[in-house]
């Protein structure tokens, strides 16, 4: 897999993706910066860290979504490559058009930091069978998401909300639910083939022991083995 990680002005979390990409794949990604106008050649997995791009002024994610690098990656979506957003990379998906809905100032109007569940409610390049809970961290000021009921009955429809918060037995409720986020959403899908992926918990600092536990490696794990497959 080769994959690519950008980083904004702002980003923090690029170390722990580089090193989670590193750790399942073997190969260390290329990094590419903000100012930049296009991809390494054959890049199968672009990856958006999390952070506070540009301070999150405006908005999170708002300035972001003009950077030079952003037309490369919508291209680099359009043909099918895969995108992976986290924490503000969800955010910079969102204002950057690439995924529908936005993310808000958490309902508690707290920044949260801590662990959470999240149970696998839909199929996807990034996520391995139905039903698998995953125990990660996030920490995020502005992680709700925020949809129309019209278009949550329509990713719903399409089985785009990828990944629900829950409780340890994967049951989802508002008791489970960190930031308000509507229908309890964590991460959805979309691009032409659900390529294109935000999640607001951190599963790359969940990836190894070492780090309390790895669950969130079943994410790249399932990166890996599909463009392996795509590759063969």
Avoid at 59 to 88: E, M, T, Y
Avoid at 100 to 118: I, K, M, W, Y
Avoid at 159 to 184: E, F, K
Avoid at 203 to 227: K, N, Q
Wanted: net charge neutral; proline share 6%.
């Amino acid at each position: 897999m080769r994959a690519t990680v950008v980083i904004f002005p702002g980003i923090n979390a690029d170390a722990e993706m580089i090193q989670t990409l590193r750790l399942v794949t073997g190969a260390s990604p290329e990094v590419v910066r903000h100012t930049e106008a296009a991809l390494p050649a054959r890049t199968d997995l672009v990856a958006i860290p999390g952070g506070f791009s540009y301070g999150d002024y405006l908005r999170s994610g708002a300035i972001a979504k003009v950077a030079p690098i952003v037309s490369a990656i919508r291209a680099h979506a359009a043909r099918g490559g895969l995108v992976l957003g986290v924490c503000n990379g969800f955010q910079i998906l969102t204002e950057a058009g690439l995924l529908p809905g936005a993310l808000t100032r958490n309902e508690s109007r707290r920044f949260q930091c801590r662990d959470v569940h999240v149970v696998v409610t839909g199929a996807s390049p990034f996520t391995p069978s139905l039903g698998a809970v995953w125990r990660v961290p996030i920490a995020n000021g502005e992680g709700r998401y925020q949809a129309s009921p019209r278009l949550v009955d329509q990713l719903e429809g399409e089985g785009r909300i990828v990944l629900r918060y829950c409780d340890a037995d994967g049951q989802v409720g508002a008791a489970s639910n960190p930031n308000g986020s509507v229908s309890s959403i964590a991460g959805i899908a979309g691009g032409p083939n659900k390529n294109v992926f935000g999640l607001m918990p951190h599963p790359e600092r969940m990836s190894d022991p070492l780090l309390g536990g790895d669950d969130g490696r079943a994410l790249f794990e399932a990166i890996a083995r599909v463009t392996s497959s795509s590759a063969a």
